[in-house]
């Protein structure tokens, strides 16, 4: 492994000079995550306001009345009292209503005697969208118990039987999936520029003739491959911060992690990006096949298998140990703990040290590869 | 001092695709680069060269044999004589995104070369090359005989001791050609001292004509390796001038190329170039007006050839009963008029009122530079481009107005194979029937003729990406001939394949002629540009000259270029045009 830093230095100013000309590395780098991060932080919204829940109640009752106004002043709820059960069953079958709240005739008393806590209400859920039911469900618990705890205040009673319902959200105490789904963007873009970009520019070296002229030259094959990969590695990382900084300002997502993990995880990340995007452009050596590869190998995992849009611990058990294979998994996890927790380090560490072994083991299999030969 | 490259019994193969056996690309080649000279590394297409030439440059791993190259073995310690090689890849090896400067100074970088050799080098090869008042420009910007140029300049700049360039005048027109030819032996003239040795490979038989030595390879085997005077020796007194004196050109040339005592006959202006048969007397050719002339390098390529070549192959059996074209009952006007024909990209005029006819059964050539305007001008015949402003009737009808009626009745066959490869032979001939809305009878019919006229029915099922290129060209102008067009469209149709594969589709193509469809050719090559009866010469996007080739010839004589070839006029008209539009202007 020879480097010289003449060759090295035309080699860099090549590449830049190739970068800054072709509009197709910019708009990947830099408009591509603008896109991706608008499309998921506002089209693809876990949230729902305004979801309309029908209210059978079979004692009115001051409480009653006021738990429902209660329901109703939160923004993610629209109650509407229904005549009837049937009535009620009527409309969440036509899908008027999402779901029905049934308050049973012992409901007030029970309340208003807190030993025969807890008062029971029954939530019925359409649940033919399972994600939109859960968080139906956990909307009208949620306002529920913020009533709860106002009666408890107000009534300054704190009986035996305490509040009924202890639950809290942690870390996205909104429950905005913007927070929960833009690092996982990050990762995406990050997968775009390094391993999509990359392939598609040495294949087309490869279309163009241009890597055979180079392979005659004196350049060695470790100039090469540095040149390639650090002005890629640069492009990656200003296209991270990028991300980032867009993520922070016209989201809110909160950074609560420090600067340093997020810049170490990036670059490991990168590292095994570009280094397989090299070694699928250097067996395939055409734009068109390499751009297919680098989607269905790197794109579609880091989508579907990294927790990014989906939770891993929801999957099934032989998905969840394939999602292992995906390094995507690894980098969102650290983002989502940098965005949302903090460094909790016990989560950063063990997920660092298998982006390094998947970097490690990225760069070994490119340089096997890869070597000073056409054949 | 050892030669510059040493090559001992060297056999390459790539592995067949799924299942196939391994194809060889080259087998047994014994053969050593002498320095001083440009060797000439000629063939067909497929013959080889370029795994050759990737060979000598490391960019391969022999697989049999041995190649040393400046006293390195090259299938252990080819990084050791990179520095001394400048290679020069088929598709130039620049980099489009970087300016004529950028790339020098890239390649510059890469022989880590010094500020003061980089001043001392740099201006030298533009001034060369011509490049200087380009050197601004990005290099995907430059036109196909200068990106060659700059590419040539970029393999020249670390004065390597082994030059190997891959086909460097493909795609180029024949003044660049020469150009590019001149820089390469005035360097080489420069290098003497250093043992500076040039591989050229080409396809074109006059290149091969001016190298020092030649290495003639065909189907990966080295069928010669001498100097192009050896080759041309045993010829001495067989090849001759007929002079065509009544009839057509066409006839005289079957009549004679059908003469058992004749190797090759191929059409010259108003004469005929014939070649007789090794032992063969000029007396079986009584009755015909002939004068000696000197052999050149074809010849003895064709002589070679035809040594391993099976006999049949030369020429088409006897004048098969050619199908008329469908309408011969249309109007009795020209096949094709163009009147002031335009078209402009922008503020650009690619096609400046451009004006002429085409006779039906005429083959009618359109030849001119790169960037003359001659693609745009066929393109817009073709009904593939729009023209901006003139008329033109295609076969009667107005390509303006009726594009498609017009489309209907012309057939094209493009310069690259551009049929399905994974079909087979019956198949691409079926879909390409039903594309051309053929009834189910007209296409059983169709696809009859084509296999039994183009001798296609032995390999009627198999997949047409294996054919050897000779058939495959034969399977492409059968799909373009199916639905009976009335004009047939060619764009460079044998570049780069061997010349009796050249001669074999020409002789079709006068058939076809003769039956009454009208042929028109875009190229470069002047072997193509000799069988037709016309060319229109195109030059910055107008008509420099519309004549015979004999005619051509003739403008262009004067006493010290008594017999000047159709490239000589070629380069002489397209050069008194651009003084006389440039002192217009």
């Known amino acids: ?375 | 001092m050892p030669p510059p490259v040493v090559i001992e019994r060297l056999r390459y193969t790539f592995p067949g695709a799924r299942g196939t056996p391994p194809t060889v690309a080259l087998d047994c080649l014994t053969t050593r680069i002498e320095p001083g000279i440009v060797t000439g590394l000629v063939g067909p297409d497929a013959a080889g060269k370029t795994t050759l030439l990737r060979l000598m440059a490391g960019l391969l791993r022999p697989g049999d044999g041995r190649i040393t190259v400046l006293g390195h073995d090259m299938a252990t310690d080819a990084a050791a004589a990179h520095p001394s090689i400048g290679y020069m890849p088929q598709r130039f090896g620049l980099y489009e995104d970087l300016t004529v400067a950028g790339n020098l100074d890239l390649f510059a970088d890469l022989h880590v070369m010094s500020p003061a050799l980089r001043a001392a080098r740099i201006p030298r090869l533009l001034q060369f090359t011509g490049l200087t008042p380009f050197i601004g420009r990005l290099a995907g910007k430059l036109s196909g005989g200068m990106k060659q140029k700059l590419g040539l300049a970029c393999a020249l700049l670390s004065r390597p001791r082994l030059l190997l360039l891959d086909e460097p005048s493909v795609g180029v027109d024949p003044a660049s050609r020469r150009e590019l030819w001149a820089i390469v032996t005035a360097m080489l003239e420069e290098g003497r001292d250093d043992g500076m040795a040039v591989v050229w490979a080409t396809a074109y038989l006059d290149e091969a004509a001016r190298c020092g030595r030649v290495l003639l390879l065909h189907q990966g085997r080295l069928l010669a390796d001498e100097p192009p005077d050896s080759f041309i020796a045993p010829l001495a007194g067989r090849v001759f001038r007929a002079r065509i004196t009544g009839g057509s050109r066409r006839a005289a040339e079957r009549r004679i190329a059908h003469n058992p005592a004749v190797l090759d006959a191929v059409m010259e202006g108003d004469a005929l170039r014939v070649v007789l048969r090794e032992g063969a007397s000029v007396d079986a050719l009584a009755g015909e007006t002939l004068d000696p002339l000197p052999p050149r390098f074809e010849d003895s390529f064709i002589a070679r050839l035809s040594k391993t070549a099976p006999a049949s192959s030369a020429t088409p059996a006897t004048p098969t009963e050619t199908e008329p074209p469908s309408s011969t009952r249309t109007d009795e006007g020209p096949a094709i008029a163009v009147n002031g024909l335009v078209r402009t990209f922008g503020s650009f005029t690619a096609v400046d009122h451009i004006s002429f006819q085409v006779a039906r059964g005429e083959i009618f050539g359109l030849l001119g530079p790169n960037g003359a305007g001659k693609s745009t001008t066929f393109r817009m015949l073709c009904g593939l481009l729009r023209p901006s402003g003139g008329t033109a009737r295609v076969a009667g009808q107005d390509l303006l107005r009726a594009p498609a009626a017009a489309r209907a009745r012309i057939g094209y066959m493009a310069q690259r194979f551009s049929l399905y490869g994974e079909l087979t032979v019956l198949e691409n001939l079926r879909f390409f029937a039903r594309v051309y809305g053929l009834d189910r009878a007209g296409q059983a019919r169709a696809i009859a003729q084509a296999l039994e006229r183009f001798d296609l029915a032995p390999v009627a099922d198999t997949v047409a990406g294996e054919l050897p290129l000779g058939v495959k060209q034969r399977l492409a102008l059968s799909a373009a001939l199916l639905h009976g067009p009335d004009i047939l469209f060619l764009d460079e149709p044998t570049s780069g394949v061997d010349p009796l594969t050249r001669r074999e589709f020409w002789s079709r193509i006068g058939q076809l002629a003769d039956a009454g469809v009208t042929i028109l050719v875009t190229t470069h090559f002047m072997d193509e540009a000799e069988y037709c009866d016309r060319l229109a010469i195109v030059n910055q996007g107008r008509l420099a000259a519309v004549d015979t080739p004999a005619t051509l010839r003739a403008r262009v004589r004067r006493p010290d270029l008594p017999d000047p070839t159709l490239e000589d006029a070629f380069i002489a008209l397209v050069a008194a045009d651009t003084t006389c539009q440039e002192r217009a202007a």
């Open chain 1, 1 to 375: 492994m020879i480097v010289t830093v003449q060759r090295l230095r035309g080699l860099v100013r090549k590449e830049i000079a190739q970068i800054l000309r072709d509009p197709s590395a910019i708009l990947i780098a830099f408009l591509l995550p603008v896109v991706l991060l608008v499309v998921n932080g506002f089209g693809i919204s876990f949230d729902a306001y305004h979801m309309r829940v029908a209210a059978v109640i079979e004692a009115p009752d001051e409480g009653v009345l006021g738990m429902l106004e209660a329901l109703d002043a939160s923004p993610y709820l629209d109650v509407r009292p229904a005549a009837s059960m049937v009535a009620a069953q009527q409309a969440l079958a036509m899908g008027e209503v999402r779901g029905i709240l049934v308050v049973r005739e012992d409901f007030p008393q029970r309340l208003r005697h807190p030993a025969s806590w807890p008062a029971t209400a029954a939530l019925w859920v359409n649940a033919t969208d399972p994600n939109t039911a859960r968080i139906l469900e956990g909307y009208v618990t949620g306002a529920l118990t913020v009533w709860l705890q106002g009666q408890g205040a107000e009534l300054r009673r704190s009986p035996g039987g305490g509040l009924s319902l202890e639950q809290r959200d942690w870390f996205n105490p909104e429950l905005r999936s913007a927070d929960f789904i833009v690092p996982g963007v990050i990762a995406m873009v990050m997968t775009m520029t390094g391993t999509l970009l990359t392939s598609l520019i040495v294949a087309r070296e490869w279309e163009r003739g241009t890597m055979e002229s180079m392979l005659a030259s004196p350049a060695t094959m470790a100039e090469l491959i540095l040149a390639k990969l650090g002005c890629y590695f640069v492009l990656g990382m200003l296209s991270m911060l990028g991300s980032v900084a867009l993520a922070i300002t016209a989201f809110g997502v909160p950074f609560r992690g420090s600067v340093g993990a997020l810049f170490v995880a990036s670059a490991l990340f990168l590292v095994f990006a570009l280094a397989f995007g090299l070694l699928i452009s250097t067996v395939a050596r055409n734009q068109f096949v390499a751009s297919q590869v680098a989607f269905i190998a790197t794109m579609m995992p880091a989508m579907m298998l990294s927790g990014m849009l989906f939770d891993i611990a929801a999957m099934p058990h032989w998905l969840q140990i394939v999602t292992f294979a995906v390094p995507a998994r690894y980098l969102v996890s650290i983002l989502q703990t940098l965005f949302l927790a903090g460094d909790v380090w016990a989560v950063i560490l063990p997920n660092l040290a298998a982006l390094a072994v998947a970097a490690a083991l990225a760069m070994a299999a490119t340089l096997r590869v890869t070597r000073r030969r056409l054949d």
